[in-house]
């Protein structure tokens, strides 16, 4: 930087000269030379006062830089001290949060109710994937390349095109590969899958854009729709401790044929208004396993056919507890969590 007043310049190269040599570098934003500077200022003629003042302000931050330069890079050899900030043989840490503080998150230990209940009626459990590809994401689940359909799974894809799953039927394939053993062997296949999924979703009271699936699948000889409604209806009369009104109506997956939507009776607190389409909250998709799905995983669907489906954990949860708004539960918010521990 030059400056414009001579008796600024002259302090200027004075204490960068300085500088090199002080082992305390910012002992030189208290060199007197500095201070006189600023005592010059308060004497000034008005007319000066500003661009004087602007320019020693400016020397007093290319010199607080300067030090900031030295000391960083003393800083960087310095060594890190990485031992324990307590005596770890003392039991009660002091500072520190203990276990007995902490609790399960609501949604974790609804899920392992629901896979317990799927356990008792014969289902194995297998965790499904936070990052997936495109084969799994659509083409072993019958999407065709550039179907429409694709656009209802709009997620997120890193540059290297993984992808955060949209749904937990990215597993469908592996687990069908998995246990198609057990057809051989004359027992189905039987697996519920839960897993955390993504969304490019417009957020509301219902809506998350990340989201809990859980994925069932199930294959056998002789495999039919009435299997399907009666299995969704024991674990919902299990989940909630009590019969709910359902209902099935016609939808469209690829990857299922015939495919439904399955709802159950919306909780009063979750009601808007008190129309007809609000009583009813769609609760997952389901159907017959599309015999292309069946294929791609090796297994001959004019022998085996199945059924699948996929339901939102968050969904089942708002429903049981009537809690009002699915954003709950990524708050954070203590008063909301510590009611589930
Ligand atoms: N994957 C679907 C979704 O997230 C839900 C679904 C529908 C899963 C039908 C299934 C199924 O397995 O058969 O929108």
Redesign the pocket.
Known sequence: MTYEYPEIAKVADELHAKLKDLADKKSVLRDPALKSLYEQLKNMPQEHRGSFGKEVNALREELTAATEIGSASANALQSIDVTAPFDVNVKKKPGLIGPEAGGVHPLMKEQDYIVDIFNRMGFNAVESRQIDDDYHMFTSVNFPEDHPARDDYDTFVTSEGLIAPA?T?TM?NRVLKQYKENLERGEPIAVVIPGRVYRNEDIDVTHEHTFN?F?GVYVNKGVNVGNLVATLKAFLSEYFGQELKAKLQPFY?P??EP?FEFAIERPEVLRKGNSEADMWLELL???MIHPNVLKMAGIDPEIYTGF???CGIERLVLMKYGIEDIRHFESAKLEFLRQFS
Do not use: K, L, R
């Open positions: 749904h039927s469908q699936q994925e997956f990857f299922t495919s998709g389901c159907g699948a489906w996929g």
